[in-house]
């Protein structure tokens, strides 16, 4: 990730959480998914496995294999929950893999919805770089195999929703002033007839917790991937600057404002917080952060936040199975920790 | 099956979602699972798969629809618009003709532009590599960088060459 275009992007993370490059290939001498035995899924894993591990770049040194029906089932919705893998893949986790890098940033799954499919996550509005590496990984593997490809649609997948590029561009993005202001519904109808659409934090079908929205690309043929994503950036951009309009005209409302300490208030001190409550107050206050309401607190660590209190990355993280009370509990000393740590009280500013 | 939220209609809708920690699975009708906020990528598009391929269908012979199969995979078109997936890449090609119109309307399009496999055939990879250099050298006119289009011009005027 190059820090300088990091740097001159930085302006729309207030907004944008997160990007992401998911790639969709399949491979020509196997049927999808659908249509295979476990033993052939088998086959499937283990040819995209070595053509991962045992290539010649720098990078395939770094990748670990795992084998999903080895899981936990805690382990298995933690990688849900920090955005790694669908909550498809571990609905059936049978004759599935996962290639995951060190440092979690990209991830490959192996027998989803597809034979392959390929992502790179990184933090805030991050387009280019996020697409050069998943491009560099596709290519690698292209070399090693036959991938389905067909001269007019482009490369094939099980569901024709992904043929051509196979590429979903997303975006992930906090609009708690456009969805309290209720103009989603709106926006969402209008994104769809641009070729893009709006989602929940976890993808289809599910709901928008926090006010974390997904932004993506939904035409793959018949588009380059270079236009897709500059289509999505644009759109985001335009976005960003709605819901910071909707944001200058909340931000002066005294109940917002409340609504906003309030939120902070629970968080530094609650002992107990469920992960739905929680899910709200951090949007709050990232809100108030955003709006300039909060200061003396970062919004990667709010981001960080936002994955590390789901229920199944915290027993994940603590090593053992919770009952939902305790988690509960530690939940909200998680929480409280992070933000309870030494900083410029912001009661300094409310003389204002 | 009923819908699990209202339990009056018939549910269309199916949902994995992440609860507390655990995988959960839904059948939900439309209306409901609309109203929850899971609308679905074909209702947001105005239409939803099964009857697109339903209503397609329907305009041709039972007989003749069943009696083709992939040789591949072994799917017959009625398999794939039942469950709204393609058996393996072979089937492309098998149902091309019944899958277009569906494509048409996901798309908006239905040829392919961007990226190529090294699989893809060398006239598409021509073809290709001569769009994208027309289209740099569009944007070198556009900027004024006028050696760099003069170099673009060469290349293309090369490759036509070769190609013909």
Known sequence: MSEKKFDTLKDVNDVVISTRIRFARNLREYPFPCRLTDEKKRQVASIVKSAVLDGHSAISGRFGYIQMSELTQEEAVSLVERHLVSPEFISERQGRGLLLLDDESVSIMINEEDHIRIQVISQGMNLESTYDLADKIDTLLDEQLNFAFNDKLGYLTQCPTNIGTGMRASLMLHLPSLKESGAMGKISSSLSKLGLVIRGMYGEGTEPKGAIYQLSNQVTLGISEQEAVNNLRDIAYQLVTQERNARENLKKNITIQDKVYRSYGILQYAKLMSNEECMQLLSNVRFGVESEILTGIDLPTINRLFIEIQPATLMKNIGKKLTPQERDRIRAELVRSALMKPQVPSSHRLEE | ?164
């Open chain 2, 1 to 164: 099956m009923l819908c699990q939220s209202c339990g009056k209609r018939q549910a269309t809708t199916h949902i994995k979602t992440i609860l507390n920690g655990e995988l959960k699975e839904y059948d939900l009708c439309s209306e409901c699972a609309n109203k929850m906020g899971y609308g679905s990528f074909f209702g947001n598009m105005g239409f939803d798969l099964d009857k697109l391929f339903g209503s397609f269908m329907d305009s041709f012979p039972t007989a003749s629809r069943a009696a083709k199969r992939c040789q591949c995979c072994g799917s017959s078109f009625e398999d794939i618009a039942r469950s709204g997936k393609v058996g393996c890449a072979n089937c492309y090609d098998v149902f091309y003709e019944e899958l277009i119109p569906s494509i048409q309307r996901i798309h908006g399009r239905t040829s392919h532009i961007g990226k190529l496999a090294h699989s893809a055939g060398t006239q598409v990879k021509i073809q290709n590599e001569l769009a994208r250099l027309k289209s740099e050298l569009q944007k070198a006119i556009r900027e004024q960088e006028f050696e760099k289009a003069a170099q673009l011009r060469d290349s293309i005027k090369e490759l036509e060459k070769n190609n013909t």
